[in-house]
């Protein structure tokens, strides 16, 4: 079996304009969701969700490249830990802020479909610590994504592995080499 070099087209690019929403998104989180532009950080998150779930079909459905044989076990493991909690908080954190619009108790609009309430409104204490939690995995996100990319350009620039050139697009290698 040949051993894939780099990501396929699909999983950069899911990569990629995943990663540009979510540090999209985080801003907008915390300088307009105070506004009447709160809307957007909503529409956002939705999009994110429905990438993500369509990031984690294809990653279970292909084939992607073996971690470089020069890794030590410590660096794979911290990898592999790093990736799955990327991918539950990708996947958890659009769900928890869901979660907070569908238990307002008002109508909303997602994506263009309108939804009735599905429920009674929580109570305030109950919205407040939903809302707490969601900002922490925001935060979380944030700070566990700049260093999965400190990571990446450390491991390419530092110690000389191809990790971040299998996930650009070959027409950026001439940049990294």
């Not at 009735?116 to 407040?128: D, F, I, K, T, V």
Request: charged share 15%; hydrophobic share 50%.
């Amino acid at each position: 079996m040949e051993i894939q070099q780099g990501y396929s087209r699909v999983a950069k690019s899911l990569h990629w304009l995943i990663a540009l929403l979510i540090f999209s998104e985080y801003f907008i989180g915390i300088t307009l969701d105070n506004t009447g532009w709160k809307w957007l950080h909503f529409q956002v998150g939705s999009v994110i969700l429905i990438l993500v779930l369509c990031r984690i079909i294809w990653r279970v459905t292909h084939t992607y490249p073996a971690m470089d044989s020069s890794l030590s076990r410590i660096n794979k493991l911290m990898a592999h830990a790093g990736h799955h909690t990327l991918y539950l908080l990708m996947f958890l954190l659009p769900v928890s802020g869901l979660i907070l619009v569908f238990t307002k108790g008002v109508p909303l609009d997602l994506l263009g479909i309108h939804f009735q309430p599905l429920m009674e409104p929580l109570n305030y204490h109950s919205r407040h610590t939903i809302k707490e939690i969601h900002e922490y995995m925001a935060n979380g996100i944030f700070y566990l994504a700049l260093l999965h990319a400190l990571a990446a350009i450390g491991h390419q620039f530092i110690h000389k592995t191809p990790i971040l050139s299998r996930m650009l697009p070959k027409s950026w290698s001439k940049f990294i080499e």
